[in-house]
C-alpha cells in the first residue's frame, strides 16, 4: 500500500486544504517603525534644546565680557559673573523710547570708539 505524500511547508498544507492565504499585517513592523519615529523625534527635540542652550550660554558669555571689557575702560574694578545685572525689557516701550534710543546711541559709540583704539603689540 503506497504511503501519501505530507506537504513539507505550510504554503503546500494550506493549498492542499484548499485555504487562499491573504495579506499578511506585520503589526509588529508598524509598531517599530512607530518607535523607532518617536524615539527619532524625542532625539531631536533633545539636541534642540542644547542647541538653545549652548547659544544662551554663549550670549551670556558675551555679555558678561562685555561688562569686564566696559568697567576695564572705565578705570573701575572687573566685576564676576555672579555681580552682572541682567538686562530685563522695559515695562512700556512708549514711555522709555527717547531714552532708550539715547542709551543705544552712546553703547553704539563706545563701540566704534572701541574699535578705533589701536593696541600696542608686543
Known amino acids: 500500500m503506497p504511503k501519501k505524500k505530507t506537504p513539507d511547508t505550510m504554503e503546500e498544507l494550506n493549498a492542499a486544504r484548499g485555504f487562499v492565504g491573504g495579506k499578511k499585517r506585520n503589526r509588529k513592523g508598524c ?37 569686564q571689557t566696559a568697567t576695564a575702560r572705565a578705570g573701575q574694578p572687573s566685576a564676576d559673573p555672579a555681580e552682572a545685572e541682567m538686562v530685563s525689557p522695559p515695562e512700556s516701550a512708549e514711555d522709555k523710547a527717547p531714552a532708550l534710543t539715547a542709551t543705544m546711541g552712546a553703547e553704539l559709540t563706545s563701540v566704534m570708539e572701541f574699535f578705533q583704539t589701536l593696541t600696542p603689540e608686543p
Open 31 to 67: 509598531l517599530l517603525v512607530l518607535l523607532a519615529g518617536s524615539i527619532l523625534l524625542l532625539v531631536s527635540l533633545y539636541g534642540l534644546i542644547l542647541y538653545r542652550q549652548r547659544m544662551l550660554d554663549l550670549e551670556a558669555e558675551a555679555y558678561f565680557r562685555a561688562a
